[in-house]
């Protein structure tokens, strides 16, 4: 059995570089994540980089604020919610969504084969908003445990990432999670009170639910 190690994050770079290649096997995903560490392929010359930022980014349930006009919209129940459903598209949508100041996706075909994998595990997550037929908005992310984290999220109709991030959340809570790893601040997340706090604190928090780090 292979033993994965990732370099300790104390020695990243500025920029929260960790280490260079590697692969996307299951058990390397889930010991990066376990370290405090994600993948995020830079470019075609370095198509798979680990990163650990310092600041790292958080969204603790208890903080979290639902602007009344959102929380207004969506008591009309314009989406129909469904958690675990569709990781396929949702990822997929996630990579070919256009963002904002985003010309391009970290989202390559290798990380989709790797976190689709993982979600077959039973290591990744996903919530989807649906109208009809049609997937309208989504998230997907990492479940280890007690941990979560949010990937990345797209939106084809208005507030209907919002929506399945929220039911997201709410379902976490009921789980008995109280935060989910957000990596860095979107404008969404910090729009719902999304922060930053140091990595040190953040591996803390990682080791109180039981991580190596």
């Not at 969204?59 to 990781?87: A, G, Q, R």
């Not at 904002?100 to 993982?118: A, N, R």
């Not at 790893?181 to 999304?194: A, E, I, N, S, Y």
Request: charged content about 25%; overall charge neutral; proline content about 7%.
């Amino acid at each position: 059995m292979r033993k994965v190690v990732f370099p300790p994050v104390e020695g990243a770079t500025e920029d929260g570089l960790v280490a260079v290649g590697g692969d996307l096997q299951a058990d390397t995903i889930l010991e990066a994540y376990s370290r405090g560490i994600f993948p995020w392929p830079l470019s075609p010359e370095f198509p798979l980089a680990w990163f650990s930022p310092d600041p790292r980014g958080i969204l603790e349930f208890k903080d979290m604020h639902v602007p009344k006009s959102l929380i207004k919209f969506l008591k009309k129940e314009p989406f129909e919610i469904k958690y675990d459903t569709s990781f396929a598209e949702i990822i997929r949508l996630c990579a070919i969504v256009p963002r904002k100041d985003q010309p391009s996706t970290w989202i390559t075909p290798d990380i989709i084969h790797g976190y689709t994998t993982l979600f077959e595990q039973g290591y990744a997550w996903c919530c989807g908003a649906w109208i009809g037929q049609r997937l309208v908005g989504g998230l997907y992310g990492v479940k280890l445990g007690a941990f979560r984290s949010g990937e990345s999220m797209f939106t084809l109709e208005d507030n209907a990432g919002k929506a399945a991030l929220l039911a997201a959340a709410e379902r976490f809570q009921l789980e008995g999670i109280s935060w989910m790893d957000t990596q860095m601040v979107t404008p969404v997340v910090k729009g719902l009170g999304g922060k930053e706090i140091d990595r040190k604190v953040f591996l803390a928090m990682l080791k109180k639910i039981g991580f190596p780090t």
